[in-house]
């Protein structure tokens, strides 16, 4: 699976919108850009994933990159649950690498 | 409906002895994985199952590790003559098929003093 880079710690507010990126510059183009977030002393969930167009769902929104060497997590509204550890993960979707490899990830604080 | 349950939430053990963790998938599911977090880091791979096969058994990091899925649902894994370096949270995951979402269970603490 490609390399993903994420700076280790970001900080926001309460109720304000939180940018968190990720760099993959070695992606393939069968690869799918997944994000999974682990609060504290719980397991890992699923967020959002892409391939190439901007993706949306309850939880945060997905911009992708045109050339698709980055990708940025969209929190629109940030709450005190939101804090936890965001991990930017590439998974392709042809070869079907069914593991998921995950990095340091980004420790995002919320600030009340 | 019922997520991913682990068994147990924590384990303390001494060094030398044998451990079993218990992973209940959701109902339906066919692939199951088994990932360990050490302090600090993210998870790491150990074992993929697609019904009671081990499709992937590369992360396992040495013969002292081996994971069970006899029925296509439950998994334990095992771990002989445990070493304080297996400390970590061992999580367990499901998902429909191979390449969909996975979810995640809680973990089981294990401590090997």
């Known amino acids: 699976d490609a390399k993903t880079t994420q700076p280790n710690s970001m900080e926001s507010n309460e109720e304000e919108p939180v940018h968190l990126p990720c760099n993959h510059s070695?992606?393939?183009?069968?690869?799918?850009i997944h994000w999974y977030r682990q609060l504290p002393s719980q397991g890992p969930e699923y967020v959002i994933h892409?391939?190439?167009s901007n993706v949306n769902n309850r939880m945060a929104s997905l911009a992708i990159a045109e050339d698709r060497k980055s990708s940025t997590l969209i929190l629109h509204r940030a709450t005190l649950r939101d804090a936890a550890v965001y991990y930017c993960?590439?998974?392709?979707?042809?070869?079907?690498?069914?593991?998921?490899?995950f990095g340091q990830g980004t420790r995002l604080t919320i600030n009340p | 409906g019922a997520g991913v349950s682990q068994t147990p939430s924590n384990k303390v053990t001494e060094k030398g002895k044998y451990v079993e963790l218990r992973c209940d998938p959701i109902?339906?599911?066919?692939?199951l994985y088994w990932y360990r977090q050490s302090l600090g880091q993210g998870p790491e791979f150990l074992i993929y199952?697609?019904?009671?096969?081990?499709?992937?058994d590369s992360g396992l990091p040495n013969d002292r590790f081996f994971a069970v899925r006899p029925e296509g649902s439950v998994s334990t894994l095992k771990i002989q003559r445990t070493e304080r370096g297996d400390s970590a949270v061992y999580l367990c995951?499901?998902?429909?098929?191979?390449?969909?979402?996975?979810?995640f269970g809680p973990g089981t603490r294990l401590t090997v003093l």
């Open positions: 109902s339906g599911h066919t692939a």
């Open positions: 892409g391939l190439t």
């Open positions: 995951a499901s998902s429909e098929r191979g390449l969909s979402e996975q979810f």
């Open positions: 199952f697609q019904g009671t096969g081990a499709a992937d």
């Open positions: 993960i590439l998974r392709d979707g042809i070869q079907g690498a069914q593991k998921l490899v």
């Open positions: 070695t992606i393939s183009g069968t690869d799918y």
